[in-house]
Each structure stands twice: as structure tokens, then as C-alpha cells.
């Protein structure tokens, strides 16, 4: 049998499955996929990191679209994002991609204390506190802590509303994160019926699943862009690939500090990446 070690060190084994929907969450159609996925198989060997397996599919893949040579993976463009105002931002944008209504985040007051909140969401007659976690560090899992908290800020809003300090009727919370969530922390949220959005976790309703199949691109994806541009951007509340590309050019040459020429390739790389979608 062979098996692959996790960043953690953790040995498990390979699934080539895992493989075909990496190269799919890359755009590439699936026959690309299905082909690069056999070919992985044939030169994996016994304790391969997963981390080499990652390096051989985009090989691979720029192969088929040279633009990907230009990006970075989508998971490490998220991990990359500032946690606020940009992840914050971003999360918004992927529940209104699921369906849902959302308000940006405030301050409300609870019976006991004041909460800061990363957002509201809406839909049907459900009312979610919506909280964002992100990591900079994408093998980090967001633990049982963070539900806790969560938890306990629904619970005092709730009150908070029923004394009329605030008029948010919450019914339920999500939380919104860039990593795996733990064992603990999705035993308890699924007690408590809080819902999460972790990476490729639950199915439907994963951060990767919904980014991919919408195509929520973060800026971060842009290997030519310096993290003081990707600031810029972000300053100005542009941190997705779509939001970009329909930015006029002298407007990202504006806020990119860049030539009129520069602005164009830039912009020119975003629309290849965005021209790729995952088939499925």
C-alpha cells in the first residue's frame, strides 16, 4: 500500500481521488485531469509527502494552461490574505455566492457585554452571527476554542435582542474558516447547531467547493503582485480576481502605482486564470 505524510507528519493512505480533484480545482476539463491524476499514481512511492504530490500535479497542469505558471495554489493565495479587512471581505463575497444575505460586520451589545462580529447573514427565516476565522498557516486547525467563543457571543446576542438592545433576531451562527476545523470543535458546533465553512469540509458547503465552482479568486493568487500592491488593492476593497478584471485599466494602473502597460499584463494574466472553470 502506499501512503503519503501529511504536514504534520501523520502518515495516510494515497488517494487518487484527491489528486483528480486538485487538477479539477485548477480548471483543467476531465480528461486533463483524469490523465494527470494516472500519472501521478504511476510515480508516487511509499511516504511521499503531500507537498511533492502538490508540485507534480501543477507540473502537470501548467502543462495544459500555462497561465496557472503565473499563480499561486488557491489555498495558499487565501492563507496569504490579511485576516482583516480582506479575508473578512472575501468571506462575505462566499456566502453571498451560497445563498445567502449579508451585512457587513459591527459591533452589537449582548446582555452581558459588546461583540464585535465579522458579519450578519440572512436566509429564510434564519438569522446567523458570522464569524471569520483565518490562518496564516493553511495546516492550522481552527479548534474547539473558537466554537466556544462563538457559542457564547450567540447566546449573550440573543439575550442582547430580547432586552432590545439590538433588532438582530440570530436564530444560529457560521463560522467561516480558511482551515481544516478539528474533531472537538465539529462535535460541538454540530451539538449546538452551529454551521462552519472549513476547507473541503462539509461537502456543499466547503470554502474550497464554493470559491472553485464560483470562481472566487483572491487577489493573492497573482504571483507578479508584491504584498505592497496586494495591499493597495485591498485598501480599496478589491481583493478578488473578478473584482480586477472589471476595473477600467487606468483605474488598476491608479491604485497599482504601475504604467498604463504594466496595468494591462496584469490584468491580462487575471482574465487567463478566471478563463479556466473546474468541470466536474
Known amino acids: 500500500m502506499i501512503r503519503v505524510r501529511k504536514a504534520d507528519g501523520r502518515l495516510e493512505p494515497y488517494d487518487g481521488s484527491k489528486v483528480l ?3 479539477l480545482y485548477l480548471g483543467l476539463d ?22 511533492e504530490i502538490l508540485t507534480m500535479i501543477r507540473e502537470l497542469a501548467e502543462e495544459v494552461r500555462p497561465e496557472l505558471s503565473h499563480s ?39 446582555r452581558c457585554v459588546s461583540h464585535e462580529i465579522d458579519g450578519i447573514a440572512f436566509k429564510g427565516d434564519e438569522v446567523f452571527v458570522v464569524e471569520v476565522k483565518h490562518h ?6 481552527t479548534g474547539l476554542g473558537t466554537i466556544l467563543e462563538l457559542w457564547a457571543a450567540l447566546e449573550d446576542l440573543k439575550e ?67 504584498t505592497e500592491k496586494i495591499t493597495k488593492l485591498g485598501d480599496r476593497g478589491i481583493v478578488t480576481l473578478n473584482q480586477l478584471i472589471r476595473l477600467r485599466v487606468d483605474e488598476v494602473a491608479e491604485m497599482l502605482g504601475v504604467s498604463i502597460e504594466e496595468a494591462e499584463r496584469v490584468r491580462e494574466i487575471a482574465e487567463k486564470i478566471l478563463s479556466g472553470s473546474r468541470q466536474s
Not at 496564516?136 to 486547525?141: C, E, P, S
Not at 438582530?168 to 449546538?192: D, G, P, W
Open 72 to 110: 499561486r495554489d488557491i489555498r495558499e493565495a487565501i492563507s496569504a490574505m490579511r485576516p482583516k479587512p480582506d479575508f473578512e471581505d472575501y468571506a462575505r463575497m462566499v456566502l453571498r455566492e451560497a445563498g445567502y444575505l449579508v451585512e457587513p460586520g459591527r459591533v452589537l451589545e449582548g
Open 160 to 226: 442582547g435582542y430580547r432586552l432590545g438592545f439590538h433588532p438582530y433576531a440570530f436564530t444560529s451562527a457560521i463560522l467561516v474558516c480558511n482551515t481544516k476545523i478539528s474533531q472537538h470543535a465539529e462535535q460541538y458546533a454540530r451539538c449546538k447547531g452551529i454551521m462552519y465553512m472549513g476547507w473541503r469540509y462539509p461537502r456543499a458547503f466547503s470554502l474550497s467547493d464554493i470559491v472553485s465552482s464560483k470562481r472566487i479568486y483572491p487577489i493573492t493568487m497573482l504571483k507578479e503582485l508584491p
Open 30 to 51: 476531465r480528461a486533463d485531469a483524469e490523465r494527470i491524476e494516472r500519472e501521478v499514481s504511476e510515480r508516487v512511492y511509499d511516504g511521499i509527502p503531500t507537498s
Open 136 to 141: 496564516f498557516n493553511h495546516h492550522t486547525y
Open 21 to 23: 480533484r486538485t487538477a
